[in-house]
């Protein structure tokens, strides 16, 4: 609650008034970022819910015309969206569930009492570094590649020489590849949020007798939940949107085992250039993903409850 | 209390205005590469597809630039889909980002006949020295529309059947020169051993990957894509044993890791000696090494029921029929494709490096046929012999020999090849995949049948 | 400081296991980075043989064929877009973070899910018609325009990092500086910006990261003149021919100034944990 400052007995503001006031004074700081993307987001939003109610192709001029909800019609009877929405899902849980438990994992090592802590954390976010493209490509044409890739010939004694890895697994690869690259991206964030923790209270459960384990389990994870919540949310955003490596390493196949809706869109839009349809998919994208968040904010995160504390 | 002030907390946030208001107002500057000189000079923009053909041309385009001091080229490289997505994009929708384009005999008569693209020969009639009917006449065809050339060719290729003398002879296999299908299958099989797979062929999914050699087999099994009213003929018998076929061949005797196997990993396997034959695109040859270079052989495309196989590919250069540089364009174009530029190559980074398949007299040059001679002939006969109008036993509605020259090939070639990717993985049976090729190709083909 | 004197009662092997751990995960992650840089160092039919070469005379041959292109334009590029991007995220970011979780607007929910929810078009479906309107605006092979993009993409990311940072700093803190009569600017900054150093060094890292990579909006705005570094990456995939010796070269060109980012943003991740220790 804020004072009216003025002189004594005057009220010149009414108690609403002043809350209004408040209320603009505190949306002022948040307003640039609010307005920015409005308008370079919400344009292309709004452009592609307006092409999705058209037919268009972009390979043949003209054929630019009403088609109503077509578009909508033709993702009901087909069968390939429903498969790239089920791809969708299982490669997000996946990566996110695999790279956030060892992320966690690597930061905790990465904050605790070991040797070259510096290098570690360096050469630790390399994955992250590389251009996805290239690094998949280093994946499955020099890693995993059957004929003249490293893990072949590593496992060749083991019989497994010949695996053709990425065609055999390849929803696996994908994930593993994925798994890789955001792995980093969590222990980042995991980190900085553990290096926010005050150590003295971890330093007072030790003396108290808890072993390292308990200390763990009872004091760290609590702290550091929010972390991994905001980790999971934050790189599922980018999970879901999956295209680069999926682009280099299987090209949604074999058949379309590996295709998922931003790769779905890829081929419709930029193979067969159909722009209407691509619109359509995309919109129908965003309302399953409003879904999806809705309800997974609601129940499982805890970081989403505003906490009115100021 | 503040434990340190490395930077003056206001500074930072100072300097990000200040870049901001910068960058806006500079919104015309657009950026740090390209730019042109002063004056009278015209800057194009060339988008080229990336192989060894196009980097030679980037390392010599200051030849071009010494000699026409006015014109500046930028050349953008991509690879060939990333490529083929902007120039279709940036041409279908008119933006002008590029002025030059290396497209293929995919593209060059659907874009001519959308009018996307710039009628060349009233250029080359002002041309003396161009010689036009030098050009290979298979080329020079699959780029012409109505009678005008409407791209000019920089790359041609074909196929061919690549094999290791050595191994075959070891086994006791003799190549003939124009080979069948059912002989090459036989050779595999006696050559294929726990070390060394008999053959490689591309499974890599992709139009252009997998479905260029697949097609080919297809048309000389007497297949078709399409019959003359527009019907889909995928559930035949004859794509069934040519699919049934190939991927058969490669069970057997084709590389492992086949589902993934494109140009690049069949190279490497043939130069490391993993495959002891190749069937693949008649440039290959200019890139092996060792023992490969030293022991290989040539035979033309293998048949069944069709003669003369192979495939017709040709990169050529194009420019968009809005440009408002045509005239430093074709300039350029011309230098790149004329017959000096042949003799460039040669003399400034090795004969063997000449591009070929495009003209007739680079395969007269002595220097050349010493270089490439093993295979020269053969490639030249190949695409000789490469018919885009009548590629398969049957008549055909359309043009091309390893793909259909209609816009909804690229989706339709990816979608049906990834089906075939899935049989050679293990995942469906020839008939299941050709099942539903059939329905994404009559589904495509009801767009023509009227 | 008082963890050495706790480390003391513990077995000292321990820290020696745990760094062995430690090691070889980070390692395993490591390893294929580092297999790419060596197959830079190789000859193209080094860098794909089979099997796989490990020892070999590293040369500098691809690397050379790599740089006698024009690469800096594409370098410059990149770090314009990259950096911009960034410097615009925090700009606009940390205030937006502040309302929305220091004095918190009154619908703070929906707002954050409003700037998730940016996220969930995927990037081929806006594209085309972001093109066009590119196209008519003449911001087509713009730079200013792409890192303007960027920004779009990483501010969701940015204030909702932000944000999670700002709501670990103790509320007495903020007390003490309103006592002290600051105003909203000298809390942000004199209370604020040094405590969430880790969380600032590690949004922006990240922000950088994902702009420097970025290649689809990338190829599709550009074409000569704003051509970023993944472009000239991609350049060297070539259809006919070995390639990967020139690819490696590129990519570990490439992965250098985020790899600089990277341990800048080191020291002040290490910063931050001297700053919370004298907390």
């Known amino acids: 609650m804020s004072f009216i400052a003025g002189t004594g007995g005057v009220r010149v503001q009414t108690a609403a008034s002043v809350a209004r006031r408040e209320g603009w004074l505190r949306r002022l700081p948040l307003l640039p970022a609010f307005v920015y993307v409005v308008v370079v987001t919400q344009i292309p939003f709004a452009l592609t819910i307006y092409y999705s109610f058209f037919s268009w192709n972009l390979l043949k001029p003209g054929s630019f015309r009403f088609a109503g909800l077509e578009n909508y019609a033709t993702l009901i009877t087909d069968e390939s969206i429903r498969t790239a929405v089920l791809n969708t899902v299982i490669l997000t849980v996946s990566v996110i569930g695999i790279s956030v438990v060892l992320g966690l994992a690597v930061a905790t090592l990465l904050n605790s009492e070991v040797f070259g802590k510096g290098l570690m954390r360096t050469l630790m976010i390399a994955p992250f570094l590389i251009m996805p493209t290239a690094g998949a490509l280093i994946w499955k044409d020099t890693l995993l590649n059957p004929l003249f890739g490293l893990l072949p010939s590593l496992l060749g004694p083991f019989g497994l020489g010949r695996v053709d890895w990425v065609n055999r697994f390849p929803m696996a690869t994908v994930v593993a590849v994925e798994v890789w690259r955001w792995t980093p991206f969590m222990m980042l964030i995991i980190l900085a949020g553990l290096q926010s923790q005050n150590p003295e209270v971890l330093e007072a459960a030790r003396v108290d007798g808890a072993n390292a384990f308990q200390a763990f389990r009872r004091i760290t994870l609590p702290l550091v939940r929010p972390f991994l919540e905001l980790g999971a949310l934050l790189g599922s955003l980018f999970v879901v949107q999956t295209f680069d490596s999926i682009y280099m390493l299987t090209y949604g196949g074999p058949g379309q085992d590996t295709t998922n809706v931003p790769f779905l869109l890829y081929i419709v839009a930029f193979q067969g250039f159909s722009i209407g349809q691509a619109s359509a998919i995309g919109v129908v994208a965003v309302i399953l993903t409003t879904i999806v968040a809705t309800l997974a904010l609601r129940t499982l995160f805890s970081i989403f409850q505003v906490e009115a504390r100021r | 209390m503040t434990a340190t002030k490395r930077r003056s907390p206001g500074r930072p946030i100072g300097l990000a205005i200040v870049g901001v208001v910068f960058a806006l107002v500079a919104g015309a500057c657009s950026g740090a590469g390209g730019g042109g000189g002063g004056g009278s000079s015209t800057t194009i923009t060339l988008a080229a597809v990336d192989n060894p053909s196009m980097a030679d041309l980037k390392k010599l385009v200051g030849d071009f630039q010494s000699s026409h001091s006015n014109i500046t080229v930028n050349i953008v490289t991509l690879p060939e889909d990333q490529l083929r997505q902007q120039v279709t994009q940036d041409v279908a929708a008119n933006s002008g980002r590029y002025d030059l384009f290396t497209i293929g005999t995919y593209e060059v008569p659907l874009w001519a006949k959308k009018g996307w693209i710039e009628n060349l020969s009233p250029y080359i009639a002002k041309d003396a020295s161009y010689a036009p009917d030098d050009l290979i006449p298979g080329i020079r065809g699959a780029l012409s529309y109505n009678n005008n050339l409407y791209a000019v060719p920089f790359y041609g290729e074909s196929s061919m059947l690549m094999y290791r003398k050595d191994m075959l002879a070891a086994a006791g296999v003799t190549m003939p020169d124009h080979p069948t299908w059912d002989q090459v299958a036989a050779a595999a099989q006696k050559v294929n051993s726990s070390s060394v797979s008999g053959i490689c062929l591309r499974g890599l999914p992709g139009w252009g990957e997998q479905l260029a050699p697949l097609d080919t087999v297809v048309n000389t099994f007497g297949g078709r894509w399409f019959d003359q009213n527009w019907n889909a003929q995928l559930n035949t018998p004859q794509w069934k044993s040519a699919v049934t076929f190939y991927i058969n061949l490669l069970k057997n005797a084709g590389e492992p890791g086949a589902g993934n196997a494109g140009f690049t990993e069949c190279l490497n396997a043939y130069n490391s000696g993993k495959v002891a034959m190749w069937y693949d695109a008649t440039v290959a040859a200019s890139f092996f090494t060792g023992d490969a270079a030293k022991n290989s052989g040539y035979a033309y495309a293998p048949t069944k029921i069709k003669d003369w196989s192979g495939w017709l590919w040709a990169w050529s250069l194009g420019m968009p029929s809005s440009s408002k540089k045509k005239d430093a364009a074709w300039t350029f174009a011309d230098w790149a494709t004329n017959k000096d530029y042949a003799k460039l190559v040669g003399t400034k980074l090795g004969w063997g490096r000449v591009s070929p398949g495009t003209r007739t007299s680079t395969y007269a040059i002595p220097e050349y046929q010493a270089a490439a001679g093993a295979f020269a002939q053969v490639t030249l006969d190949s695409i000789a012999h490469a018919d885009v109008a009548h590629p398969t036993v049957d008549p055909v509605p359309y043009i091309g020999v390893q793909y259909v020259d209609i816009d909804e090939f690229q989706q339709l070639g990816d979608q049906v090849s990834q089906e075939f990717a899935k049989v050679i993985a293990g995942g469906q049976t020839v008939d299941q995949a050709l099942a539903k090729a059939q329905a994404l190709a009559t589904t495509v083909g009801k767009v023509y049948q009227h | ?279």
């Open chain 3, 1 to 279: 400081m008082s963890t050495t004197a706790v480390a003391r009662r513990q077995f000292p092997t321990s820290k020696v296991v745990w760094s062995l751990v430690g090691w070889l995960v980070v390692f395993v992650f490591f390893f294929p980075v580092l297999w790419m840089w060596l197959e830079a160092f190789k000859t193209e039919p080094q860098a794909a043989s089979s099997p796989p070469t490990i020892l070999f005379v590293p040369t500098l041959e691809e690397f050379q064929q790599v740089m006698s292109g024009d690469f800096p334009p594409f370098f410059i590029n990149s770090a314009t877009a990259s950096i911009l991007s960034t410097l615009l995220v925090l700009v606009l970011g940390l205030p937006a973070a502040y309302a929305l979780a220091i004095r918190p607007v009154k619908r703070t929910r929906d707002v954050l899910f409003f700037f998730i929810s940016t996220r969930f078009l995927p990037f081929a479906a806006s594209l085309v018609p972001l093109y066009l309107l590119a196209r008519d605006l003449q911001l087509l092979d713009n730079i200013f325009a792409l890192a303007a993009i960027y920004t779009t993409i990483n501010l969701p990311l940015g204030v909702w990092l932000l944000r999670s940072f700002l709501l670990e700093i103790p509320p007495d803190l903020f007390e003490a500086a309103r006592i002290d009569g600051a105003g909203f600017r000298n809390e942000l900054v004199r209370v604020v910006v040094p405590l969430i150093a880790p969380g600032i060094a590690a949004t922006s890292l990240i922000c950088l990261i994902f702009s420097w990579n970025e290649f689809f909006y990338a190829v599709n705005f550009t074409s000569s003149t704003a051509a970023t570094a993944p472009i000239f990456l991609v350049g060297f995939i070539s259809g006919r021919g070995l390639f990967y010796a020139k690819l490696a070269a590129a990519a570990t060109l490439a992965s250098l100034p985020v790899l600089l980012a990277g341990w800048i943003a080191q020291k002040q991740l290490i910063r931050g944990l001297t700053m919370g220790a004298v907390k």
